[in-house]
């Protein structure tokens, strides 16, 4: 019997919403890339190396430089699909975001993307892992 948690249903996102800003959430390394609806692509563009208030602060130049219309983060869980820390911190820094930059804030399963991003060679394993999970949900979209 699988006692993995049910995927929750996945959120609505309106046409209007085009320019994303994807986060992938560690505690000393934040992984940033943007992407956008049409193409179905993303690119990274870099790694955030802060905690606290200081993350937020190279964020928001982020924010301020692509004018995303909503940020994608990076939710981790284990490989069964069961939560663990790092979950709830993922979940509490996209409520951050949104609560600050007042964007709406989409939630990524990213299993597997620092994984998926070493193997490809990537030299920055945060940024080709945000970017990852930003190509992961674009090709989600209707």
Not at 5 to 19: F, K, S
Request: with cysteine.
């Amino acid at each position: 019997m699988n006692l993995a948690p049910l995927a929750p249903a996945p959120v609505p996102v309106p046409a209007a919403l085009t320019t994303f800003l994807a986060i992938d959430f560690g505690l000393k390394r934040t992984g940033v890339a943007v992407g956008n609806r049409l193409m179905r692509s993303a690119q990274s563009v870099g790694t955030v190396r802060a905690e606290g208030d200081a993350r937020f602060v190279l964020i928001e130049k982020h924010l301020k430089e692509w004018q995303p219309d909503a940020i994608v983060i990076g939710v981790p869980y284990h490989p069964d699909g069961a939560a663990h820390e790092n979950t709830a911190r993922a979940k509490k820094f996209g409520r951050q975001l949104h609560g600050r930059f007042a964007l709406p804030v989409f939630e990524v399963d990213e299993r597997y993307s620092t994984t998926e991003a070493l193997a490809s060679g990537a030299l920055d394993a945060d940024a080709a892992s945000a970017c990852i999970i930003l190509e992961q949900f674009l090709r989600s979209l209707p």
